[in-house]
């Protein structure tokens, strides 16, 4: 537990990881949908993901594009997971403190 959670919960790499899940992405295509997030970043995540075998960057012949592999789709069930506890725990937490 202690690995995957040191690994997966440092800054940026879940939400590369969600965009990831909704398509293959480019480069340009990840950092114009990533607000906030600089270029430097985007790369080192991109490499750290690559070197543990959740991404894979493939060629469609004229574009390279940034993919999950499928160690990186095995993921899909624990950002869902995540979401879904977010939408109910944070947004309440939210309109709570709205409410003050």
């Known amino acids: 537990m ?23 992405r480019t480069y340009k295509e990840l950092l114009n949908n990533l607000q906030g997030i600089s ?16 991404v894979e960057r493939v060629c469609d012949g004229k574009n390279y594009y940034y993919a999950l592999t499928e160690k990186g789709k095995d993921l899909k069930p624990i950002l869902l997971a995540i979401k879904k506890w977010g939408e109910k725990w944070l947004q309440e937490n939210l309109q709570s403190k709205v409410n003050l």
Request: glycine content about 6%; charged content about 35%.
């Open 2 to 24: 202690h690995k995957a959670c040191s690994f997966l919960g440092k800054p940026w790499r879940l939400i590369v990881i969600d965009k990831l899940l909704e398509k293959p």
């Open 39 to 54: 270029s430097r970043t985007l790369s080192k995540i991109l490499k750290e993901l690559k070197e543990n075998g959740i």
